[in-house]
């Protein structure tokens, strides 16, 4: 079983086709029928069809490795965080979050965090790089007022020992029907807490 994520950058949605035995029954790999569901709706195609660069991904492990990730945590009450740089896709984001011990997802980028949000549907995102960028700070902020609680407070930052994450948190009516956003961001010094602090007080 393949899977296929065309590539259209982070913030682009992805296209994912599903093979049933490609080659296994004396068919060419390459010639078999795929039922691709993409954005426009289902598709018909053979792998030679796809358009590359594409990402084709053996279902089959994928379930297996998601059964094993529930397997080793469950009872433990401990959750996991996966990092979205591993597959760069809102499908596996929906994905990965439907596991009964996955409690958010981790991104790289502020482009990652938000298609997570925007395309995932992501409500409890890391983004575990620093941000020093003014443009970058704002995207972030946006993403909080848009997201967060009607009420929420989007002017509090606080860094958490050891870790220095500053958390924010801003009000809009665009995500009534999931629960408010929580963004937590890596820091490396307070200053750039602050500035997170400030631009989120403005808002």
Sequence with gaps: TTTSNSSRGSRGGSAMAHAGGGGRGGSSP??????THGLDGPLDLALRDLETPALVVDLDAVENNEAR???????????????VKSHKSS????RQLKSPVVRGLSCATVDEVEAM??????????LTNEVVTNDKLSRLVDLCVEF????????RAHAKPGGKTAQRRG???????LPPLR???CVDDAEVASELGALASER
């Design 30 to 35: 390459r010639d078999a029928r795929h039922a």
């Design 69 to 83: 990730l529930v397997e080793l945590l469950k009872d433990t009450g401990v959750t996991a965080r996966p990092h």
């Design 91 to 94: 499908y596996f984001g929906r």
């Design 117 to 126: 949000v925007r395309d995932a549907d992501a409500r409890d995102v890391l």
């Design 148 to 155: 967060g609680p009607q009420d929420g407070d989007c002017s």
């Design 171 to 177: 009000g809009s009516a665009a995500a009534t029907a």
């Design 183 to 185: 963004l937590m961001v």
